[in-house]
């Protein structure tokens, strides 16, 4: 069944719903909630009431998950929160504890992409102190 987006709102009884059934609250008429399409010729079969298009449904899902303000994913530690799983997975690699330090100067790096950097530029220890005019 196709359901074109511009009919969806010509319905008074119609109320936005998040990705799991719930009303979202607001004066403003939602701009992105899934729309169910028919087969298209293109492929595309999951909609957004902004009108993209999506062949697959996680796509769908993440496009209307960034553009809500909600942040359903927070840190134990820091109380920080995110739109998706995996930018809490990456902000938890700040926490491990372990930290990294550059074994010539032993400059500390939280993440070991900043120690991957840091190395081919490393001058040993007067890369810590910061004074390169005294040496």
């Not at 950097?117 to 005019?133: E, F, N, T, V």
């Amino acid at each position: 069944m196709v359901t074109p987006a511009g009919s969806i709102f010509n319905q008074a009884s119609w109320k936005p719903v998040d990705l799991h059934g719930n009303e979202i609250l607001g004066r403003a008429p939602a701009l992105h909630a899934p729309v169910k399409l028919g087969a298209a010729p293109d492929g595309k079969r999951f909609g957004c009431l902004c009108g993209k298009r999506f062949a697959v449904k996680p796509k769908r899902d993440r496009h209307i998950m960034l553009t809500f303000s909600l942040r359903p994913f927070s840190c134990g530690a820091c109380h920080k929160r995110f739109k998706l799983k995996h930018h809490l997975t990456e902000h938890m690699k700040t926490h491990d504890g372990a930290g990294r330090a550059c074994e010539r100067c032993g400059t500390r790096f939280r993440l070991r992409s900043g120690l991957d950097k840091h190395r081919p530029l490393c001058q040993g220890p007067r890369w810590a102190a910061g004074c390169w005019a005294c040496e």
